[in-house]
């Protein structure tokens, strides 16, 4: 198997028919980068930068993230690493910055939090910006935003971040700046969003969790927590319909993308790029140089028309299974 692995590192993510699918890693800490480049991943499409403060005692400063950003960035260039503002809150917690609430999941948590404080979105703007100089491989994600007007106060504090940098008398460019559609609301402003950002990424962790109205984290309700549920399916058709009528890449990040049959799927919708765990992207890879952009299209078809996930969960199963 190791072997099989190694072969797979250096071959593109290619199906039968031709069609092209940048497999790109989540990542958090420094360790998660080895794990990517052994498996051939083609940058990072989701750094999830709370990561890091989650490890520490207290706020880390802007010189702090700034060499950590830079490790996590130069460990990748010239490939793309799209780092994700902080996204603490509901069940991700900083033990120096508690957030005591009923519903968390509800709660004040991602966007909400940094733009109730920009002074810390400001710093972490500013420390990302300055760690991507002479890299120009960074690229900027925003988490749960659920709506046009959490996402321009958003742009509004980076392009001050941007100019407070530039005013230090640092050289860059303005990265790429991407929109998570993680909020059910945000799949129904799909267009205005996108229009503007440069990039969309879905979250199907929580966009499973909120649509469907299941706790991620909770056992008991764990099987009706389905990313072949049809309303999902449907969502995530009308996020890549909406991005690319606006002209924008729209890429996944959630754990969906790292199970392979929901990837075939995945690529069949459209997507733009599949971001995973590291240790899936091995069997992503593999799978989708077996199933051409075709036959994809032809399960996707099939998906849909099932109502209940299990069926279509065994059926997907059964027709990947008889590709060989
Ligand atoms: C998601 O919600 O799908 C996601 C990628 O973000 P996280 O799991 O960090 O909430
Ligand atoms: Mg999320």
Same mark, same amino acid.
């Given at each position: 198997?190791?072997?099989?692995?190694?072969?797979?590192?250096?071959?593109?993510?290619?199906?039968?028919?031709?069609?092209? !699918?940048?497999?790109?890693?989540?990542?958090?800490? *420094?360790?998660?980068?080895?794990?990517?480049? &052994?498996?051939?991943?083609?940058? #990072?499409?989701?750094?999830?930068?709370?990561?890091? $403060?989650?490890?520490?005692?207290?706020? %880390?400063?802007?010189?702090?993230?700034?060499?950590?950003?830079?490790?996590?960035?130069?460990?990748?260039?010239?490939?793309?690493?799209? !780092?994700?503002?902080l996204d603490i809150g509901g069940?991700?917690?900083?033990?120096?910055?508690?957030i005591?609430e009923?519903?968390p $999941?509800l709660g004040w948590r991602g966007i909400r939090v940094t733009l109730d404080h920009? &002074?810390?979105f400001?710093?972490?703007?500013?420390?990302?910006?300055?760690?991507?100089?002479?890299?120009?491989?960074?690229?900027?994600?925003l988490p749960m935003i659920s709506g046009?007007?959490e996402?321009?106060e958003s742009?509004?504090?980076?392009?001050?971040?941007?100019?407070?940098?530039?005013? &230090?008398?640092?050289?860059?460019?303005? %990265?790429?700046?991407?929109?998570?559609?993680?909020v059910? /609301?945000?799949?129904?402003?799909?267009?205005?969003?996108?229009? !503007?950002?440069? $990039? *969309? /990424?879905?979250? /199907?962790?929580? *966009?499973?969790?909120?649509?469907?109205?299941?706790?991620?984290?909770?056992?008991?309700?764990?099987?009706?927590?389905?990313?072949?549920? %049809?309303?999902?399916?449907?969502?995530?058709?009308? #996020?890549?319909?909406?991005?690319?009528?606006?002209?924008?890449?729209?890429?996944?990040?959630?754990?969906?993308?790292?199970?392979?049959?929901?990837?075939?799927?995945? !690529?069949?919708?459209?997507?733009?790029?599949?971001?995973?765990?590291?240790?899936?992207?091995?069997?992503?890879?593999?799978?989708?140089?077996?199933?051409?952009?075709?036959?994809?299209?032809?399960?996707?078809?099939?998906?849909?028309?099932?109502?209940?996930?299990?069926?279509?969960? /065994?059926?997907?199963?059964?027709?990947?299974?008889?590709?060989?």
């Open positions: 198997l190791a072997k099989g692995l190694d072969a797979l590192r250096g071959l593109p993510c290619i199906t039968p028919d031709g069609h092209r !699918m940048p497999l790109l890693v989540n990542t958090g800490l *420094l360790v998660d980068v080895a794990r990517a480049q &052994e498996r051939g991943a083609e940058g #990072v499409g989701l750094y999830r930068s709370e990561v890091p $403060f989650m490890m520490k005692e207290r706020f %880390p400063s802007e010189r702090e993230q700034r060499d950590t950003y830079r490790e996590q960035l130069a460990a990748f260039a010239p490939l793309p690493v799209t !780092m994700r503002t069940d991700k917690a900083l033990p120096y910055f508690p005591k009923d519903n $999941f920009p &002074e810390i400001l710093v972490q703007v500013r420390a990302m910006l300055k760690a991507s100089t002479g890299l120009n491989n960074l690229r900027i994600l046009v007007h996402l321009e742009l509004h504090l980076i392009h001050r971040a941007f100019g407070e940098v530039c005013d &230090e008398g640092i050289e860059l460019s303005m %990265p790429p700046i991407g929109v998570m559609i993680e059910p /609301s945000a799949v129904w402003q799909v267009r205005e969003l996108a229009r !503007m950002v440069d $990039f *969309l /990424s879905v979250g /199907s962790n929580d *966009l499973t969790q909120y649509l469907l109205a299941v706790d991620r984290n909770n056992p008991r309700v764990a099987e009706l927590y389905d990313f072949l549920h %049809p309303a999902l399916l449907q969502a995530l058709l009308t #996020v890549v319909e909406g991005g690319h009528a606006e002209g924008k890449p729209v890429g996944i990040c959630g754990e969906m993308a790292g199970d392979p049959s929901a990837a075939v799927l995945l !690529m069949a919708m459209g997507f733009d790029s599949l971001s995973m765990n590291a240790a899936n992207l091995p069997k992503v890879k593999w799978l989708l140089r077996q199933v051409s952009l075709d036959k994809a299209k032809t399960l996707l078809a099939q998906t849909l028309r099932n109502d209940h996930p299990l069926v279509a969960h /065994s059926e997907l199963q059964l027709a990947l299974r008889n590709l060989g």
